[in-house]
C-alpha cells in the first residue's frame, strides 16, 4: 500500500515521498525495510536516522527526519489503526459446528459463529454476531450482549450476566464457587455460593482468569474493565469501569475497585476494602487497608509509593546501619544488652 | 415462606410476628424488604434498625429488635442453611450424554449425571451419584467415590485416587507431571513423575488450580481439606486434614502441611519443609522455614506475624532513622565514611 | 527383575549379590523392601543402613554398605534411568478419534494419537508420533515438529510456531492475546496482538499456564527451557535455552531471559529487562532490573541475593533498633522531634 494511501485513511498529513511502497507496521527497533513505524516523543525522532522503516508516523512538532513521514496528532493511535489496516481479523463465516451441543430453549443472534464442540445450557441469550470457539461451555440461564467472543475453552457458569462486546481468553472460568466455609466442629461446612457475575459492556478477561460468583448478590465487573491472564476475582468482589488489572493479580473476597484503577502484575488485595478511582497499585504489592483515590501504593502492605520506594532504598543499608548503631553506642557508653549477641548481621 | 415456617424447619426460637412472608435471605447491609438477615455478634443487633430486612437470626442474648427475629445459638450455621432453603440446587436428570465417551471397561455408578462431551478412560472406576459437567476428561485407572462433582473442563490424569463427596471447580487440573528435571551437560533431563495423587473424601478444590502428581508415591490433599482457585500444589506434597488454602497459594515439591492449616492468598511455601498443626500464615508470605504448630506466621521470609507486623510497621520510618543516625554521628563525633554518601535515603 | 540385569542395561558395577530380585524403585526414605533406591553424595551412604532397600545405586568412591550396589558416576541420572525401567511408559494405538474434529486442509505426521473431541484447524501442520489427548485445540496456521505431546484441554492459537519433542500439560493456553491498551479519553482501545509465538525444541510447558503472543514479531521461548504450571508469559518475551521457570512466575511483556536462567515460583518481573545467562533469582523475588549474568539476586526489588539475606535478616530487629536510636538520642541530648511520637514501635 502507497503511504500517500494510508496518509489518506489515517487522516495524516504527509510529508515526503508518498510513492513508497509499505507493506507492515513495527516498532522502530525491530522495523524491517518496507515498514512503518512510529515515534510518539518528538525528542526521540533521531532514532529513526538508523532505523531501517521506509516511514514513520510523527508528532506534528517533530523535527524533519530523512524518511517520508506521516504527521498526526496522536501517532500512537494511527500506529493501532495502521496495525489494524495490515492486519485485518478474518472474516468467518456464521454457523454452528454440527457437533456442538446446544439446549433447545437456548436462543443465539444473528451472524453467530458456534465452533466444535461448544456446549450451550437451557435458556441461555446469546446476542449477535457472537463468536464462540472450540469448547466453550456457557451454563444454564446465561444472558450475553452482541459481538461477544469466547476462546477455546471458556466456562460460563450458570446464571452468569455479561454485556456488549466482551472477550474472554481460552481457559477463562466466570461464575466459580466463590471460597466460603463455616468453620464447625467436625470440619468446614460449605456456604452456598448463590450469587451470580456481571459483565458490563467492552471488557476484556485473560486466559484462565477466574471470576467467583457472589455469595449472595453479585461480582461486578464494570464497563471497559480490562484483566490479564490468571487472575482471581474474589467473590462480591465490585470493580469499577474502565480498570486495568495486570497478570496474576489475586482480589479477595468483597474488593471494591473504582474507576480506573490500575493494578501491577500479582498484586494481593485483601478482602472488604476499597481502591478509590483513578489509583494505582505497583507490581507484587501487598492492600491491606483502603488505598485513596488518585493515589500511587506500592510495598507489602501497600503504602504510598513515593514512601515505599524511600523505605525500600533503606533495605540494602540495614546491615550497615546495625554497625553503625553498635560504634556510636560505644562512643556514647550506652549498653546495649538486648540486642548485642549476633548484632553484626 | 412464613417465618414461623422458617423458625420451625431451622429450630429456632421465634421472636414476634411469626407471619411475616420471608422470600430470600440477604446480609444485613444488602438486605431487600421481605428479606430474612443475621447478626452473629449481639453487639452488632444494633445495626439491623436501619435494615430494610424483615427478620433476622440472632444470637440467644441479643438485645431485642424491632424486627421479627429467630434466636439461635449457631446463627451464621442456620443462615447457611436459610440459604439453602431459599436456594435448593436444582434436582439433575440422571443420564449419559450421547456425545460423552466412555471407555467399555469404565464403571460408574448408579444415578450419574454425565455431560456433553465428556471423556472417562479405561479401567476407570466413579462412584454414585457422579456430576461430570460438558468437556471433563478423567484419563485411564482413576477410582472415585461417592457424590463427585467436576465442572466444565476438569482434566484428572491417569491413576489419580479420589475419595467420596469430591468437587472439583472448572478447568482444575489433578495429576499433571511434577517439575522435576535433572541439569546434565547438555541440558535438563526429565525424571519421570509417575507417582499418584490421593484426594481424600470431602475435599473441594478451585477453579484452575493444579495439583501434580508424585515422582514416586503419592501428593495427598487430606480429607475436609478447601483449596480456592488457581493454587499450585507441587509434586509430593503431603496436606493434612481440614485445611483451607487461599487463591493463588504456591507450594512447593514435598511441602507437608499439618492438619487444619489455613493459608492466605499467594502465599509460597519452599518444598521440603513442614507447617504444624493448625498455623496460619498471612497472604502473601514467603515460608522458607517450617512453621511450628498452632502459630501465625507472615512476611517474606515468613516470621511470627506479631514480630512482622511490629518489623514492617518500622519501614516507613526507615529514612528518618538514617536521618537520626546521621545527626546523633555527627553529635558524637564518629565517622560513617563506608555510609556517608547518599546517606539521607 | 535381577539386580544384574539392572546393573548391564544401566551400565554399572555391581557390588554384592547380583541374584536379589528387585520390584521398584524409590527414595532412600521411602524405599520398600525389595527396592532399589540412589545415594549422590558418598557421606550420605551411610543412611542406607536404616533403609528397607534391596540395593542401592551409588558414586563410585562411596564407603561399602551392607547392601548390594551399583556403583556409577552418576547415581542420579542413573536412577532416573531405573524410573524409566520400571514404568515405561504405556505404547499407544496410533490413530485419530472418530470425535476429532479435524481440518480437510491440516497436515498429520504418521504415527499420531489423536484423543476425543480434539479439534484441528485449517493448515495446521503436525509432525510425526504426536499424540494429542482429550479436548485439545489446535488453532488454524499452526506447525508443530515431531514427537509433540498435548494433554487434555490444552489450546494452541493461531499460526504459533512449534519445534520438535515440545510437551505441553494440560489446560496450557499458547499464543493468547497480549495486554495491551491504549488508554484514550472514553477508555482503553485494545492494540491488536498480531505477533505470534515461536517454542523451540525440547520445551516442556506446565498445567494451566499460559503464554500471550506478541504484539508485532514473537513471544520466544528457548530450546530445552522447562516452565512449571500457572506460570504468565506476557506478549514479546524472550526467553533464552535451558531456562527452568518455577510456578506461578509472572514475566511482564518484552522480558528477556538468557540462556540457563532459574526463577523460582512466584518470582515476577517487570517488563522491559534482560535477566543475564546463567542468573537465578529466588522465589517470590520482584525483579524491577537487569540481573546481570551468572548472579544470584533475591528480594522485592530485587538485589544480590547475599545482600538481601543480610537486609532482611535485620528486619527482624527492626523496633530493637528504634528503641537504641531513642536511648542513644537522649544519652547525647539529640532531639528528634519529627520522630518523636509512637518511636517505640
Redesign the interface.
Known amino acids: 500500500m502507497k503511504l500517500s494511501e494510508i496518509a489518506r485513511i489515517l487522516h495524516c498529513e504527509l510529508h515526503g515521498d508518498g510513492d513508497v511502497e509499505i507493506t507492515d507496521?513495527?516498532?522502530v527497533e525491530?522495523a524491517p525495510p518496507g515498514s512503518l513505524t512510529f515515534v510518539v516523543d518528538r525528542r526521540r525522532a533521531r532514532e529513526l536516522a538508523t532505523s531501517r522503516a521506509a516511514a514513520a508516523l510523527l508528532p506534528p512538532d517533530a523535527p524533519d527526519v530523512t524518511l517520508p513521514s506521516l504527521r498526526t496528532s496522536e501517532p500512537?493511535?494511527a500506529f493501532?489503526a495502521a496495525?489494524?489496516l495490515f492486519?485485518p481479523s478474518p472474516a468467518r463465516e456464521p454457523g454452528v459446528?454440527p457437533?456442538a451441543?446446544i439446549a433447545a430453549t437456548a436462543r443465539i443472534g444473528d451472524g453467530a459463529v458456534i465452533?466444535?464442540?461448544v456446549?450451550i445450557g437451557d435458556r441461555v441469550e446469546i446476542g449477535c454476531r457472537a463468536v464462540l470457539?472450540?469448547?466453550v461451555?456457557v451454563?444454564r440461564d446465561v444472558r450475553i450482549g452482541e459481538a461477544f467472543t469466547a476462546?477455546?475453552?471458556v466456562?460460563v457458569?450458570e446464571g452468569v450476566r455479561i454485556g456488549h462486546r466482551v472477550t474472554l481468553?481460552?481457559?477463562a472460568?466466570i461464575g466459580?464457587?466463590g471460597?466460603g466455609?463455616?468453620p464447625?466442629p467436625d470440619?468446614?461446612?460449605?456456604?452456598?455460593q448463590?450469587g451470580g457475575v456481571v459483565i458490563e459492556d467492552?471488557v476484556?478477561i485473560?486466559?484462565?482468569t477466574?471470576v467467583?460468583r457472589a455469595?449472595?448478590?453479585a461480582t461486578v465487573i464494570g464497563h471497559?474493565t480490562?484483566i490479564?491472564?490468571?487472575v482471581?476475582v474474589?467473590h462480591g468482589c465490585r470493580i469499577g469501569p474502565?480498570c486495568?488489572i495486570?497478570?496474576?493479580v489475586?482480589l479477595?473476597g468483597s474488593t471494591t475497585l473504582g474507576a480506573r484503577v490500575m493494578l501491577g502484575?500479582?498484586v494481593?488485595s485483601?478482602g472488604h476494602l476499597t481502591v478509590g478511582d483513578g489509583a494505582r497499585v505497583a507490581?507484587?504489592s501487598?492492600v491491606h487497608r483502603d488505598v485513596p483515590p488518585r493515589h500511587d501504593y506500592a510495598?507489602?502492605?501497600a503504602?504510598q509509593a513515593r514512601?515505599?520506594r524511600?523505605?525500600?532504598?533503606?533495605?540494602?543499608?540495614?546491615?550497615?546501619?546495625?554497625r553503625?548503631?553498635r560504634?556510636?553506642?560505644r562512643?556514647?557508653?550506652?549498653g546495649?544488652a538486648?540486642?548485642a549477641p549476633g548484632?553484626e548481621?
Request: aromatic share 6%; hydrophobic share 40%.
Open positions: 507496521v513495527a516498532p525491530d500512537y493511535a493501532v496495525v489494524e492486519h459446528h457437533t451441543v465452533g466444535p464442540h456446549v470457539d472450540a469448547h461451555v451454563y476462546h477455546a475453552g466456562v457458569r481468553h481460552a481457559g472460568v466459580s464457587d471460597f466455609f463455616l464447625l470440619g468446614h461446612r460449605k456456604i452456598p448463590v467492552d476484556e485473560g486466559a484462565n477466574t467467583d455469595t449472595l448478590g471497559g480490562k490479564d491472564n490468571l482471581m474474589g474502565d486495568l495486570a497478570a496474576q489475586g479477595a502484575g500479582q494481593g485483601a507490581a507484587q501487598g510495598g507489602y502492605p503504602v514512601e515505599w524511600r523505605a525500600s532504598a533503606c533495605m540494602p543499608r540495614l546491615p550497615a546501619l546495625f553503625r548503631m560504634r556510636v553506642e562512643a556514647v557508653g550506652v546495649s538486648e540486642d548484632d548481621g
